[in-house]
């Protein structure tokens, strides 16, 4: 166990992991003092997220290093961006008058093939990853770097505290800074290996 940390776990605080710590610092406070709409569709807290993958697709698409399995990050980073924009729906089909109110895509013209294309780029993006054989790339670099830990122990904490705030707790701002700290810890990975300050 003390030759796997010794030799996998890299503790070093990089200078995009002190985004992520700032922004986890700065959780409880703007929970507590934002107006909620900051936590609506297309509100500022929404617009960081995507900011914050717009810059991990630029990296990982313009790596000069590992083109395939960084083209794939790229790639994958599209899929959080639609989720989050739901495929477009948020952005071009708000109700009228209604605040934080969108039209379903049953109510959209040609709305019901929003799902399958979304779905058939997923199958795309699957079948690039089995293809290239770039589970190979993953294993390796978990094998063969120290991993940063601080930006993974905050992905790790993000997706447990974002599952239990979609069940228990009915704040939008609370659930969208932990998906701003999500999406900034995994993009300040991204930025570690893609520019090769984290390599074997």
Sequence with gaps: MINFI???????????????????????????????????????????????????VYLSFFSKIDR??????????????????NCGRTLFFPVPGTENAFY???DIK????????????IAFVVIYFLKNKLFLNSWNYIRKTKLPTWNILFMIFS???????DHAIDN???????????YTSLVGTIHLYSTGKISS
């Design 159 to 165: 997706l447990i505290v974002g599952v239990y705030a």
């Design 110 to 121: 040609y709305g019901y093939l929003a799902h399958p294309i979304f779905g058939m780029y």
């Design 6 to 56: 010794k030799n996998h776990l890299g503790f070093k605080i990089y200078n995009s992991t002190w985004i992520s710590i700032i922004i986890a610092m700065l959780l409880i406070p703007c929970t507590i003092f934002l107006p909620e709409k900051f936590g609506y569709e297309n509100g500022i807290l929404e617009n960081l997220q995507l900011l914050i993958l717009f810059i991990g």
């Design 68 to 85: 395939k399995f960084f083209i794939f990050i790229g790639l994958f980073l599209i899929i959080l961006i639609l989720r989050e924009i």
């Design 172 to 182: 939008m701002v609370f659930e969208e800074i932990i998906e701003l700290l999500f």
């Design 104 to 106: 379903n895509w049953k």
